[in-house]
């Protein structure tokens, strides 16, 4: 199985474990992660005036990219699988937008969304299968409780994402069973963790980075696994009144598999 694979900026620099478990985990269940050539930022935050077209055009490229290998795209990176698809979606809905960018671009082929975007944890469940994941498991977590901390960006707008239940998601508490461990259901394990207004309100930030880690730790949790970089930096920096260790999933998914 091949997949082109957009990784984004933050996975080169603060966030090389979320990449780097990604890849030797693929590797070990069989799947070639084929890095998008002279890939650009996602762009960081997805742009909410219909008018913002500069900003989207990154993505598009990367998009277009993968189109012409003939490839789904695989992310990881919660804020650049939330920018991608969104991009996407405009593209292939909002014919203003998909104009005006194709018009800036100057593709050979106009792109007009096709491209099927999946984050790393729809790979495990659609395409592998967490049942198959399972079997494939040499490391078990036997005996721990780990809390899945999904964030704001990963589920909504769930029209458009996609991906599970924004109020009521599974697919990471399914991973976690793969991997042999039991989950942790907490009150606010999808609500945001401050990342955005740590600069401009530490205080918030600080706020609500605790909140989350108070509601896991409230519930017995062991430790908390994320698949976003800021809500990684954000609970660690930030949410310093409580111990719970935090992972990238990606990382308890190579040491299950035996290639951490």
């Not at 080169?12 to 890849?23: F, H, I």
């Not at 960018?101 to 967490?130: C, K, M, Q, S």
């Not at 259901?185 to 207004?197: A, D, K, Q």
Request: charged share 25%; hydrophobic share 35%; glycine share 6%.
């Amino acid at each position: 199985m091949i997949y082109s694979y957009y990784p984004g900026c933050t996975l080169k620099t603060k966030a090389k474990d979320l990449d780097m478990y990604a890849r030797k985990s693929a590797e070990a269940l069989g799947v070639t992660l084929e890095e998008i050539p002279e890939w650009q930022c996602c762009g960081g935050v997805y742009p909410q005036a219909k008018d913002e077209i500069a900003t989207k055009l990154s993505s598009v490229r990367t998009l277009a990219s993968a189109k012409s290998a003939g490839q789904d795209l695989v992310t990881v990176c919660s804020a650049c699988h939330h920018v991608v698809k969104r991009v996407n979606d405009d593209m292939k809905n909002d014919e203003y937008i998909r104009t005006r960018v194709n018009n800036y671009l100057g593709l050979e082929e106009p792109y007009a969304g096709e491209t099927n975007v999946i984050h790393y944890l729809e790979l495990l469940r659609d395409v592998i299968g967490f049942d198959q994941l399972k079997k494939k498991v040499k490391n078990p977590f036997k005996g721990k409780k780990i809390a899945a901390y999904y964030g704001c960006l990963l589920l909504r707008p769930s029209g458009v994402m996609a991906m599970d239940n924004p109020e009521n998601p599974t697919i990471m508490e399914d991973f976690i069973r793969a991997i042999g461990a039991t989950p942790v259901v907490y009150p606010f394990r999808n609500e945001c963790c401050g990342g955005y207004i740590t600069m401009e309100d530490k205080n918030l930030a600080i706020k609500k980075s605790n909140q989350v880690l108070a509601s896991a730790e409230g519930k017995g949790a062991d430790l908390v696994i994320t698949a976003c970089p800021l809500c990684m930096y954000n609970l660690s920096k930030n949410g310093t009144k409580h111990s719970l260790p935090i992972y990238y999933f990606t990382e308890l998914l190579a040491e299950a598999l035996g290639v951490k």
